[in-house]
């Protein structure tokens, strides 16, 4: 994906939490991660699946950027 770029994910095995749910706990994650160090998170590529059998699960790759 190239520098400066980075991936979080966030799983659920109980099967009781839902696939945005998830997504949003890759989200907020990465978002923090970035304002740590003054700068906004870009979202390069938002993976997510499972279902109540297996679990859900996402997988986030982002950026950092400077803020605008």
């Known amino acids: 994906y190239g520098p400066d ?5 966030s799983d659920d095995a109980s099967g009781l939490v839902s ?7 890759a989200l907020k994650a990465a978002n923090e991660y970035c304002l740590k ?3 906004r998170m870009e979202v390069k ?5 499972g279902n109540i059998w297996t679990g859900t699960s996402a997988k986030l ?3 950092c950027v400077d803020q605008k």
Request: overall charge positive.
């Open 61 to 63: 790759v982002f950026s």
């Open 37 to 39: 160090m003054g700068k």
């Open 19 to 25: 696939r945005g749910r998830t997504q949003a706990r």
């Open 5 to 9: 770029t980075y991936i979080v994910t």
């Open 45 to 49: 590529n938002l993976d997510a699946g």
